[in-house]
Structure formats: C-alpha cells, structure tokens
C-alpha cells in the first residue's frame, strides 16, 4: 500500500490500495476520471468539532459556506467516479447556538466513549440571516439537495439508528438517535447489487402469508393477493428476502485507539456489498481511522482513501496490516487478503502504542523528485 503526499503522480505510481495524505480536493487530483466504484465517506460535520489540522473541512463560519466546499469536493468525487458509480454519504446534524456555552458539550457515554455517537458542540453564533438560536440546522438535506442540482441522482435518504446513541441534556425536544445515508447515482443507470443486502421476511412477508385470511379472501374475489397485501410479487417471494429497506439499526462500537467519530463495519459492508463490484476500487474521501478500507479488503475490494491527518495513519496501518505503506508490489502480494486476519491479531498484540507505530511508518516519498 502507498502514501503520496505530492498533487501529482508518475504514471508508474500504483494508485490501488493506496492511501493519500493530503487535504481532500488535492488527494483528489491524483486520481484519473473515471477511476473508482463507488464512494462511501463521511466528511467532518459542520462546526460540531476542531480537529485541529490546517485545511480541515467542518469550521466554515456558516451552514452556507459548509455546503459550497462539500458540492467543491463531491464535483471533483464525480470526476474520478465511474458512470456506473455510486456515492454514500453519511452527514449528521447539528444546532444552531444562541451564543452560550453549547448544551451538549461534555455529554458522553460510559459505556461507548469513543464509539461514533451524536456529542454535538453547537456553532457558537447566533448572526445568522434566516436560522434562529435552538433551530436544527438541517445540514444534511442542505447538503443532498444542493448536490441534487448539481447533477447527482439523489435515489435514497437512509436512517441510521443508532439503538445505543448517548444522552442528550436538552429537555425540550426528543434525544436524536439518527443520522443520514444518503444514495447517489452519478448516472441514470448504475451498479446496484439488492441481493447482497436483503433482508429477512418478516412473518407476514414469508411464503406462509399466502393463508393469510385477507389474502386469500382477495383471491377469492378474483384479486391477485398481492393486492391486497401491497407487495410486489418478485420482492413478496424472494428466496433471498425482502428488499432492504430504509432504516438500519446499527449500534455504534468503539475502536481502540482511534478518533472519536468511527463508522460502523456493519454499516460500510452493507454499502460496500451492494455498491461495489468484484475487483471493484472503493473510495473514502475522508478516511479517519480506515474503517471502509478496512471493510474493502474484507469483501475483497481495492480501495482508495484520502486522509488530511497525519495522526490516523498509524491508525490506519494497525488496521489493515504491517505492510499497509510498504511501496514494495511483492511485499504486498506476500501480505495478502488470505493473511488479513492473522495480520489484524499480530498487529493488535505487538503495535498498541501509537507512538510505536509511527517509528515505524515509512517515510512518505516524493514522487516528483525520482
């Protein structure tokens, strides 16, 4: 797997499993059009936290200026993506403070500290034109309407609830325990692959609902069962199960070691299984600890990410293996997915301090100067 800190490539550099250290619009550069499968990313969320790098995404001083540099970032996401490519895009909300101290700040779980909770620390600013002190700010749907009117075919919004979100200390609105997925298509016609992720039927969308009373007296009158029922003949006896639907109960889990916002894996393999294809390249645009790569060379993918901070790239290589920066194609094939997992328990039990694991991170190199 490479690092490549610099803009711009030789056309020897290997651009699969590759992990690009540089702000995100200038890692994007690196990549040919057309390049990647799909993207599944997560940029910083609007004014909730400092990450304290230079370039970072998520400090914009209003709402408005957050959604011009994210449509800035996902215009250049459709360059290198495929015409049969998709984006998921997960986005969280946040409020607009009165100027105060933020109500939020401070909460956590104690059983999931470092798990991808909602620990919103508000805008502190209350200037805004039209959004008042206290108003949800509504930053997803800004976000996925003003990609929608830059050409993106925006096919789904996605729940994701999370059955374990972290108190809140606001007693005069419900506890939020969501955030959005949001499914992209950059053309009309795209890979989608809805086998890979269906669901179980319930009970009264099994193979025994054709005795149900309702349906078979629908029969009777000369109806067709289904409809009765509302369903679809193909999604009602699907082998496989139901189509998936739209809300998906993922608890969050901690990562050791790693930042405070960390994707679920059962949350990427589900988008990762039905947007990627065999031999397929993934792209995370924001990669934080490496969670979708992670995922990718799971399911057997290649994978892109792009990561401004220099602090996850330990991370990163704890998860995907000793040889995660290593430039040598032989190395890596040495090092290869049939090995990952015994590589993950190596790496867990010999590198458990970050300040080890980076003594032995390669030296990024400058491809420009050989």
């Not at 059983?111 to 039209?130: A, C, Y």
């Not at 003003?146 to 972290?166: E, T």
């Not at 009264?204 to 029969?219: A, F, P, V």
């Not at 003949?233 to 109960?249: A, I, M, Q």
């Amino acid at each position: 797997m490479n690092v490549i800190e610099k803009d711009k490539i030789t056309p020897e550099s290997e651009l699969v499993d590759t992990v690009i250290n540089k702000d995100v619009l200038r890692g994007l550069q690196c990549l040919p059009d057309n390049y990647i499968d799909m993207i599944i990313t997560s940029p910083p969320y609007w004014g909730l936290r400092n990450y304290n790098v230079d370039g970072q995404i998520g400090q914009e001083s209003s709402p408005e200026k957050y959604v011009e540099t994210l449509r800035s970032v996902f215009s250049a996401c459709r360059r290198v993506l495929k015409d049969t490519g998709t984006l998921w895009l997960n986005l969280g909300d946040t409020y607009m403070s009165g100027g105060g101290a933020s109500r939020h700040h401070g909460y956590s779980d104690p059983k999931n500290k470092q798990g991808r909770n909602i620990d919103f620390l508000e805008p502190q600013s209350n200037q805004h034109e039209t959004i008042k002190p206290k108003d949800l700010v509504g930053i997803p749907w800004r976000v996925a309407l003003a990609l929608q009117q830059d050409g993106w075919y925006l096919r789904s919004d996605i729940i994701w609830h999370k059955p374990n979100a972290m108190p809140e200390s606001a007693q005069d609105r419900p506890t939020r325990d969501h955030e959005y997925i949001f499914l992209f298509s950059k053309s009309k016609k795209y890979y989608y692959d809805a086998d890979s992720i269906r669901e179980p039927h319930t009970s009264l969308d099994d193979l025994e609902r054709r005795t149900n009373k309702m349906y078979s007296e629908n029969i009777s009158k000369g109806g067709t069962g289904e409809q009765m029922l509302g369903r679809n003949r193909e999604d009602f006896y699907h082998p496989l199960g139901r189509n998936k639907r739209t809300v998906w109960t993922i608890p969050t889990k901690p990562y050791p070691d790693t930042h405070f916002a960390v994707f679920p894996k059962d949350l990427v393999r589900q988008c990762v299984l039905a947007g990627c294809p065999e031999n397929g390249i993934v792209l995370d645009t924001f990669a934080g600890s490496g969670t979708t790569l992670e995922i990718a060379v799971e399911q057997n993918k290649h994978y892109v990410g792009i990561e401004l901070n220099t602090d996850y790239l330990p991370m990163i290589k704890k998860r995907l293996g000793l040889s995660v920066f290593f430039k040598d194609k032989k190395e890596m094939e040495k090092k290869n997915k049939q090995s990952y997992a015994k590589m993950i328990r190596k790496v867990e039990k010999e590198l458990t301090e970050s300040e080890k694991m980076q003594e032995d991170l390669e030296p990024i190199v400058d491809y420009e100067e050989k």
